[in-house]
Every structure is written in structure tokens, then in C-alpha cells.
């Protein structure tokens, strides 16, 4: 006989099956969660406590007990990363990814699996992140198929604290660190606690993103910058609320890369001195006001580069999604619909790809080739047809 008790534990295994295992669910989990409080309210509203039936708390139970061991299950046993290595919980869940990253420090937990696991590491249900020097080519190369303002013065350095818009872009930015391995987790709480924590500082940027935008827009420039091409877009299809996305990534790109790539140089600048001094003579010897001259300055250019490969900008973040058909990278063969993740800081350091690679040598950029053993490790702007704009 088919019981409520039953019918609650086979309609939780056949909600995995035939509609959580396709796609990406945990996008629209806002409106999951909004669906299933509906239904359990339901299900309180028509089982009163005098019913006959089970108790309406059990069958929840049964029914999520039953869904989450359905995908647990799958997951570990029958998906088609199942054959990667990587920690058990991670293929689980990308939860653990986040609680191993509370300290925001994913770069530090990523090269710790790298040198447990070895170069292609499962490192979320979905999702595959590769320590190799062709990461970067399969990922963003010409013949892959994967899928994916002015300056403000801020008066900080004279008034020494921080502006009230930049302390909102960073309590904004703070929500990435911890929880960029699963970024449906801020998504959640875009949409459903708009106005508390961190989130409020992230609809407030959106905001000030937006008005930089209007401002723009009310401009008539000689010549095209690059927001031109986006006002154009927006104009085209009005239809598509894109530009204030458009926007942010403008906004957020061109400042939140640019100030620790800058960090990073100055750093490495004060730790190794003789460095800035071979720089300081390159440049009195050419007009610093030439920006031709000052791109071939080698020591120059070397440092930046030996900089950025050390501690890029972005340690962690790069990824794609493979075509259907999957994907080859050096003979390991990748599922179709996987997303792959490239983490700049690892790859950096690969001594397959530099010899000596944890120090921190200029010449390696201009004078000593031979301590660069693969240069397609070196990719901090990208490649292809989605490259970080600075370049």
C-alpha cells in the first residue's frame, strides 16, 4: 500500500530525477525556495493535526530527507566527474568549498588540493579546476567553444579614511571572497534579503554604478570610449536589461583589479629594492612622459609581469563551461556542461611551467628566458574574445 510516508520519500527521489539533476537549479534558488515554502504550507493547510494522515512535519522531513539523499547519492556514486579526484565533500556540495574559504582566502585552499590531487582536481558537483599550464588556452584559446569611466578622486590620501563609496564597494566586494565557489549562495540573498548585511551594500553600488552610467549618457563625446559601445547596445535592444550589468563589470573591473595588482607591485618593490633602483635607472634615461618608450623598458616590464605572476590580481576566479560535446586538455577528456576553473595563483607557481617559480626574478621576462618553461601559464588579462580590458 502506498502510504503518505511512501509517497513522501518517492516524490523527493523523483523531484532530484526528473527535474534537479537537469541544469542549473541552484541559479534560481530564490524562486526554488519560494515554491517549496508555498508547497509545505500547503501541505500544513490541508493536513490538519485531527487528520488521519501523518503528521505534515514528517512527510517534509521524509521528503527532503529523501532529496538531498537522492543527489548525495548521484553525486558520489553515479556522476560523470565521479572518476576525478578530489575531496568527497566538495563533489558533495559546494558548501564545504565555502566553509574551506570563510577566511577568503580560496587561492591558499585551491593550491592545497592541487598538491593533494594532483592537476585536474573535482572541486564542486560540477565543476572540474585545472592546474595546468594549457588551462588557460583550452579555456579562453581562439578555437574554444566554451561558454560564458574616468577616474574618480576620492580625496582618501588627503583626508586619510576611507570614502563612504569606497568602504560600500569593498563591504559589497567582501561578499565574493568567502562565497565565490558557490555564488548561488549571495544570489539567494539578492533576492530574498535585499536589505541586510553586505547585500544592502551590493544594491547600493548597483546604484552608483547606474548613476555613472546616466551621467554618461547625458555626455556627447568627440571620440568613443569604451561605455559608447554599450549605450549603442542598450539603445538597439532596450529590451535587454543589460547595461547596468554592463556597467558594474566596467565600474568594479577597472578599479578592484587595478588597486591590488598596483598593491602587488609596490610590495614586491619594497621586499626586493635593488629591483626599483635598476627600474629608476631605465627610466631617467628615456622621457618618462612616452608611454612607447616606457613599454620597452625590459626590467620595468619584467617586474610587472613577475609581479602579476606571483600574486595576480584575481588568485582565484576564471571559468568557463564546456560545449556539449565535452573537452580534451592534455588527454584527460572533460565532460560536456562542466564548469572548469583556472586559478591564476596556482598556475603561476607551476614549476612545470617556471623554473624556480616561488621567486621572485624579473629576468626571467627579458634576459633569462630558459627559467620560463611554458609560457601559455602566463595569462593574467586572459585570452581570446574575453580578456580583462587593461591589457
Not at 555564488?183 to 554604478?209: Q, T, Y
Request: charged share 20%; proline share 7%; glycine share 6%.
Amino acid at each position: 500500500m502506498l502510504t503518505p510516508e511512501i509517497l513522501a520519500i518517492l516524490t523527493g527521489v523523483l523531484a532530484h530525477l526528473l527535474i534537479f539533476i537537469h541544469g542549473e537549479w541552484h541559479l534560481q534558488g530564490a524562486k526554488v525556495v519560494t515554491v517549496h515554502l508555498v508547497l509545505f504550507a500547503c501541505v500544513y493547510a490541508f493536513d490538519a493535526p485531527s487528520s488521519k494522515y501523518s503528521n505534515p512535519t514528517t512527510l517534509i522531513s521524509l521528503y527532503l530527507s529523501a532529496l538531498f539523499s537522492s543527489i548525495s547519492i548521484y553525486r558520489l556514486f553515479f556522476h560523470r566527474l565521479r572518476a576525478f579526484p578530489g575531496p568527497r565533500l566538495a563533489a558533495l556540495s559546494k558548501l564545504w568549498h565555502v566553509w574551506k574559504c570563510r577566511d577568503s582566502r580560496g587561492h591558499h585552499v585551491l593550491e592545497t588540493w592541487h598538491q593533494q590531487y594532483g592537476p585536474f582536481v573535482r572541486t564542486g558537483p560540477s565543476e572540474i579546476t585545472i592546474f595546468h599550464p594549457a588551462a588557460h588556452e583550452a579555456m579562453d584559446g581562439r578555437l574554444n567553444r566554451n561558454t560564458r569611466s574616468d577616474c574618480e578622486d576620492f580625496g582618501m590620501l588627503r583626508n586619510q579614511r576611507w570614502h563612504t563609496l569606497i568602504f560600500m564597494f569593498r563591504s559589497a566586494m567582501a561578499l565574493l571572497g568567502p562565497f565565490s565557489p558557490a555564488i548561488w549562495i549571495p544570489r539567494l540573498a539578492f533576492d530574498l534579503i535585499p536589505g541586510l548585511w553586505r547585500v544592502r551594500s551590493w544594491f547600493k553600488m548597483l546604484e552608483f554604478c547606474d548613476w555613472c552610467m546616466a551621467r554618461r549618457i547625458e555626455r556627447k563625446l568627440e571620440d568613443r570610449d569604451i561605455a559608447s559601445w554599450f549605450i549603442e547596445d542598450h539603445r538597439s535592444n532596450p529590451q535587454e536589461n543589460w547595461l547596468s550589468g554592463d556597467t558594474a563589470t566596467l565600474i568594479v573591473a577597472g578599479s578592484d583589479t587595478t588597486a591590488p595588482a598596483l598593491t602587488h607591485l609596490f610590495y614586491f618593490l619594497a621586499r626586493y629594492p635593488q629591483h626599483a633602483e635598476k627600474i629608476r635607472e631605465e627610466i631617467v634615461s628615456v622621457d618618462a612622459q612616452d608611454q612607447v618608450a616606457l613599454s620597452k623598458l625590459p626590467h620595468l616590464n619584467g617586474t610587472i609581469n613577475e609581479s602579476m605572476r606571483l600574486l595576480p590580481a584575481i588568485l582565484t576566479q576564471s571559468s568557463r563551461v564546456t560545449p556539449p560535446e565535452g573537452l580534451t586538455i592534455e588527454g584527460t577528456f572533460i565532460p560536456g556542461n562542466i564548469k572548469l576553473c583556472a586559478p591564476r595563483y596556482s598556475i603561476g607557481r607551476l614549476e612545470s611551467a617556471y623554473a624556480q617559480p616561488h621567486d621572485f626574478i624579473p629576468e626571467r621576462w627579458y634576459s633569462r628566458p630558459d627559467l620560463i618553461r611554458d609560457p601559455r601559464a602566463f595569462a593574467p588579462f586572459g585570452l581570446g574574445m574575453y580578456p580583462c580590458l587593461h591589457r
